[in-house]
């Protein structure tokens, strides 16, 4: 009698060449094939560091394993590895399209408050009095009740994030409060400050859409 050879399981694997395209793109196509793949590998071709650490960071809020590597001059590539979805829902007699659910409540907000800053100076006008609110608007924050519970910064706003800015402790003490304190990767990577980044961390154009999309309020400078 032969010895038994158990069938060995294919683990699929898909690829995406997301070298040359922008943020959030990258980011974008990742998303929606992990959302389509019930189980196996997925590896995203990009062309820069930044993407990198964006693509790594979806892997977590997905909570899906994603490692990056550099793979030669100007390509990296970010590999996935997502487990079968388990069983549940149904099963525990809680299915997640329960009849007779609200279609309101179930398109309400989802998220906390989220401030938005898009700029390190607050207004337009005079640029040193604009930073001066600026600083005031920030640790402002820091004083609310119930705070933010994330704070979103890109353009030149990302710069209140980085060593040397005069906001930098309060930015620290919101994040240690708990609350998320996300910068623009390519606005950072634009100044020339994706290595100073000292407050939160690095985040993409999607993400930046997602938490103001499912926000409950919106603060703005």
């Known amino acids: 009698m032969t010895g038994y050879r158990p069938l060995l399981k294919s683990i699929d694997m898909e690829q995406i060449d997301a070298r040359g395209q922008a943020c959030p793109l990258p980011v974008v196509r990742a998303k929606k094939a992990l959302a389509a793949m019930g189980e196996g590998v997925l590896e995203v071709l990009v062309d820069n560091e930044?993407?990198?650490?964006?693509?790594?960071?979806?892997?977590?809020?997905?909570?899906?394993?994603?490692?990056?590597?550099?793979r030669g001059a100007s390509t990296f590539a970010v590999t996935f590895a997502k487990d079968a979805p388990t069983g549940g829902g149904a099963a525990d007699g809680a299915d997640a399209t329960t009849v007779g659910a609200d279609p309101v409540a179930e398109a309400a907000p989802t998220g906390g408050v989220v401030a938005v800053i898009p700029s390190e100076f607050m207004g337009s006008g005079d640029d040193e009095l604009g930073a001066v609110l600026m600083k005031g608007f920030v640790?402002?924050?820091?004083?609310?009740?119930?705070?933010?519970?994330?704070?979103?910064m890109y353009n030149s706003g990302v710069k209140l994030a980085c060593a040397g800015s005069s906001s930098l402790d309060d930015l620290r003490a919101l994040a240690e409060a708990g609350v998320e304190v996300m910068s623009c990767g390519t606005c950072l990577a634009h100044y020339g400050l994706a290595e100073q980044l000292e407050a939160g961390e690095a985040t993409n154009m999607y993400a930046i859409v997602e938490k103001q999309a499912n926000a409950r309020g919106i603060i703005r400078p």
């Open 50 to 70: 930044t993407a990198v650490r964006n693509l790594e960071a979806l892997g977590k809020t997905l909570k899906v394993e994603a490692s990056g590597e550099e």
């Open 139 to 152: 640790f402002a924050l820091t004083q609310l009740d119930e705070l933010p519970e994330t704070v979103l």
